[in-house]
């Protein structure tokens, strides 16, 4: 009993977390057209630097540490973005070796300066509260929280404000976006701004909340789930992005509830639904691009 | 880059100056090879340098065996190094748990190893490029998580050991064993090479690549893509394997760790250093990349070890954003051994003579 | 029995009919071809009947038995080539390997008799298309007009009994066109049946006895090309209205 009720509110606090990481890589792809596998670099950066922020350099207030490292999140990638992926964008092949050399330097960096140990992320809030019956940290709350509140900050942002109709414009057609006279240049790296940044406070809200560690192997986990979300909701598509992240967030807390010592099964369960969704219904959920024969 | 240069002179040199079959050729230049441990003294330095060029050879085999699939093939994949991981670990475990002797262990990892490639390209072969390369990606992941979650019988996040007698002469000394895995690795090198030659080069090759080039246009000449590209995952897989395997017994341990992310990389970046597309650039640009990070990075310039892999992966990326071409052409100008290769000259040549022959004598209406 | 059958094949692209119930019948020996203005689905029909599109309904049958919803290598294999309007050359290998791959497919390799072997065969049908000479060179050094026989030396390699062949003419200068059709018609003596798309309609009745026009998707007319050429509707089509 206990257990179907741990699954139904995990797997809900799971799924709205997740959104937050995987609405990043479903943007720069649908704006940019660009399967970024240093994605999960980003959320890795992002945990690795708040941890210096918090507790090693500046031993800042929690949240000032989580601004800055969504910050500066952000600016790398966007720069990553200008350096790496933008002379190359139009070469998908290219840009998926390129970045996956991108993600695999961030592990040697992170290797080399913080060791190949993990370090410490401390959790937001302490304590915890009991809702039917299960117990949910205060810090799990507040990451469900952060990740609504961002994740439909966006949403309302792409709908409303004009940089938001730009980016939806050039998601749809680059180069007529350009001669609407929008540099996409520019707004490419202002959406792998965003995309960088809602990664690492992903980064941070997650591994804060759950592991309360960060190594510099961890960014691959978080790619493969990013991946199999968006391919389940659609690439390209925000809200199946949400609906695509509840579903893996049920299944992936499924699996670690009901399977004894599942947890080491997570990335399986992720890995199933990718392949069966490419393999019955390659557009996903929502998406657009269907992939025709020829 | 610039090996595929000079293998290019060092073949039309070959051809046209020496008038030699390259193939005579390179073996005459593969001899000091063969006698290497026996003109040098038995030191520390000689086998630090017969390791090097052990583990050399093994990546050479792997390398060697990706580019079959990606560079021929038009299959990227990332995660290659799952196929040798799973070759490390059956092979260990079936010598520690059914007790079975290496002759036996090691082509058993390979057949398993085989058959699940099979399984697993059935569905992962019929996705379009990124996500072959991304699930591949995840694949090793998911084989990691296995092992952590089986830790019992694979031992886990440690490992699986085997004791000193799972080497491969376990009665001799170090210098002596070091030798023997020396010319056994060697002697693997290349009959993989060859073998992973001669289908790229044969008409099953040429599939390959009508494959690469224009996988629609193959269906439309009768080719079953699918059929052929399990075929060359299936290939590829076997020999990566084998070269997991024969690691497991060098180190007598089989470890998940054997397949991260960054081994998978490696290969890319072996590939692109020595001629993607071509099989002998796998090969030469492995030994290369050990060369340079057992020696130029470690003995002339001493760099600290975690700062190998971001040089070298920063290196190809450099190299990527330069020239996109060529990787993503993925083979190089080394196509020509198609053209060049002497049998279908031969055949063509002496087709040809025929045929005008026969033109002379019936003439066209 | 008719070589191929095809009754009521539909395709739809959303809101789009690109083939709107054409019905058509090709018999054993027979040179038809098939024209229209761009756009009328032409390309969209050889799609279909060799299994790169599914279609929405209707039915296509080689030699009675239907074949429609089979993947494209199998169609290859059960006797129907085509080749590609825009040509689609196996870039890196030589020109010869281009057809040596054909050659590898099941029903190639089938009917080599055991007297050649796959280069011979592949040599003969370069000769056929008047290639034999490049048959070293890597296929992407060829000229547009080598790289479309090279296309039909390909389809022939997979010794089809049904030849489609999509605009075989378009690039070429007169002399090109000549030599090709020149070509089509040994082929056609060697037994091979063929369906051409073609807009040149002078060359497309040196070669086809029976012609079918389409037009949005429809069969508007069906006859011997100089009733086609003579056809009001036909010149309507091509010409627009004559006032």
Known sequence: ?294 | ?365 | MHLLEVENLTKRFGGLTAVKNVSFHIDEGEIVGLMGPNGAGKTTLFHVITGFLKADSGTVKLRGENILGLPPHKIVNKGIARTFQVVRPFRHLPTIANVLVALKSPRGSKKIEWIKTPERKALELLGDVGLSEMMMEPAETLPHGDLKRLEIARALGTEPELLLLDEPFAGLNPIETDLLTKSLRTIHLDGHTMLIVEHKLHALMKLAKRVLVLHYGEKIAEGDPEDIAKNKKVIEVYMGKVA
């Not at chain 2, 224009?214 to 439309?220: N, P």
């Not at chain 2, 893509?225 to 897989?237: G, R």
Request: glycine share 8%.
């Open chain 1, 1 to 294: 009993m206990g257990l179907v009720e741990s699954f139904l509110i995990y797997g809900a606090i799971t799924g709205a977390v997740y959104a937050l990481l995987a609405v990043g890589f479903t943007l720069i792809y649908g704006v940019a057209d660009v399967v970024n596998m240093a994605h999960g670099a980003f959320y890795m950066l992002g945990a690795y630097i708040f941890f210096s922020f918090a507790l090693e350099l500046f031993q800042l207030n929690l949240y000032l540490a989580l601004i800055l490292a969504a910050i500066a999140v952000g600016i790398i990638a966007s720069v990553i973005h200008r350096i790496f992926i933008d002379p190359i964008a139009e070469d998908i092949i290219a840009t998926l070796v390129v970045t996956v050399g991108v993600a695999l330097m961030l592990q040697q960096v992170m290797t080399i300066v913080y060791g190949i140990g993990h370090v410490e992320i401390p959790p937001f809030l302490p304590g915890s509260i009991v809702i039917a019956d299960v117990t949910v940290t205060y810090s799990k709350i507040l990451a469900v929280a952060v990740s609504l509140i961002l994740f439909f900050t966006l949403w309302t942002f792409m709908r409303k404000a004009k940089v938001g109709a730009a980016m939806r414009a050039a998601a749809q057609d680059r180069e007529v976006a350009m001669l609407m006279g929008i540099n996409t240049t520019r707004l490419h790296m202002l959406t792998m701004a965003i995309s960088g940044s809602f990664a690492a406070v992903a980064g941070v809200m997650i591994s804060s909340s759950t592991s309360q560690m960060a190594d510099p192997f961890m960014w691959l986990f978080p790619l493969v789930m990013s991946f199999s979300i968006v391919i389940l909701g659609g690439l390209g598509n925000v809200k199946g992005t949400f609906v695509g992240a509840l579903i893996v967030g049920f299944a992936e807390t499924g699996v670690v509830t009901f399977v004894p010592e599942g947890t080491y099964l997570k990335g399986a369960a992720a890995l199933a639904i990718m392949v069966a969704v490419l393999l019955l219904r390659p557009r996903g959920l929502f998406g657009k691009h269907i992939e025709l024969e020829d």
């Open chain 2, 1 to 365: 880059m610039v090996t595929t240069y000079l293998t290019r002179a060092y073949r039309s040199f070959a051809i046209h100056v020496l008038d030699v079959p390259s193939r005579l050729l390179a073996l005459l230049l593969f001899q000091p090879l063969l006698f290497l441990p026996m003109v040098l003294p038995t030191s520390a330095s000689t086998n630090y340098l017969l390791s090097v060029l052990v583990f050399g050879s093994l990546s050479a085999i792997f390398a060697a065996s990706w580019d079959l699939l990606v560079g021929r093939c038009g299959q990227m994949t990332l995660g290659h190094a799952i196929f040798f991981g799973l070759g490390s670990y059956v092979t260990t475990m079936a010598w520690v748990y059914l007790g079975w002797p290496i002759w036996a262990t090691i082509p058993l990892a390979v057949l398993i190893t085989t058959l699940a490639s099979l399984f697993i390209g059935f569905p992962a072969l019929r996705v379009k490029g990124p996500y072959l390369a991304l699930i591949s990606m995840a694949l090793p992941l998911i084989a990691t998580s296995l092992i952590f979650y089986f830790k019992d019988v694979t031992g886990g996040e440690n490992g699986l050991p085997m004791p000193i007698s799972g080497r491969f002469f376990p009665q001799m000394n170090v210098f002596d064993l070091r030798t023997g895995e020396y010319y056994l690795t060697l002697l693997l090198v290349a009959v993989s090479g060859i073998i992973l030659y001669k289908i790229a080069i044969s008409r099953t090759g040429m599939v390959f690549v009508s494959i690469l080039d224009d996988e629609l246009a193959s269906k439309a000449c009768g080719i079953n893509v699918t059929k052929y590209k399990m075929m060359a995952f299936a290939i590829s897989a076997a020999f990566a394997s084998l070269s997991g395997a024969v690691y497991a017994h060098i180190l007598t341990v089989a470890s998940p760790f054997a397949m991260g992310t960054t081994r998978s990389f490696f290969v890319v970046i072996m590939t692109v250093f020595g001629g993607m597309g071509t099989i002998a650039g796998g090969i030469v640009g492995a030994y290369l990349i050990h060369f340079i990070d057992s020696y130029v990075l470690r003995v002339i310039v001493d760099v600290p070890v975690e700062w190998h892999p971001f040089i070298f992966i920063g290196i190809v990326v450099i190299f990527i954003l330069k020239w996109p071409r060529g990787i993503t052409r993925f083979v190089t100008d080394g196509l020509e051994d198609l053209a060049e290769e002497r049998e279908i000259e031969e055949r063509g040549a002496h087709i040809w003579k025929k045929y005008k022959r026969k033109k002379k004598s019936t003439p066209e209406g």
